[in-house]
């Protein structure tokens, strides 16, 4: 069965970290563009970063120089590290793998960054 599924959301004060992990069963993440996106309350989903098979990776402008995105292929994993987080971050965050056309969307995690 195909799944993605993430861990490591939580609640954290400002100035923390997190690292969210995304893993996967039933496809193998080194050859799928894999995304973290966000959504906030009241908000519409954004993009926050991504990384391409070849491991090139973008940010979105938000989170540029605090988020680092990577991927473990043998674990078949992509992490997200949080740092300097702001409340502005909070949001569900979820992962996506993509590849000729398709998407796979895992459950998302919930991220509040509050004191």
């Known amino acids: 069965q195909l799944q993605l599924v993430e861990s490591g959301g939580g609640l954290v004060q400002p100035g923390g970290s997190l690292r969210l992990s995304c893993a996967a069963s039933?496809?193998?993440?080194?050859?799928?563009?894999i995304g973290w996106f966000r959504q906030a309350p009241g908000k519409e989903r954004e993009g926050v970063s991504c990384i391409s098979s070849d491991g090139t990776s973008y940010y979105g402008d938000s989170v540029k120089g605090r988020f680092t995105i990577s991927r473990d292929n043998a674990k078949n994993t992509v992490y997200l590290q949080m740092n300097s987080l702001k409340p502005e971050d909070t949001a569900v965050y979820y992962c996506?793998?993509?590849?000729?056309?398709?998407?796979?969307w895992g459950q998302g995690t919930q991220v509040t960054v509050s004191s």
């Open positions: 996506n793998a993509a590849r000729l056309g398709r998407n796979y």
């Open positions: 039933g496809l193998t993440l080194d050859s799928y563009v």
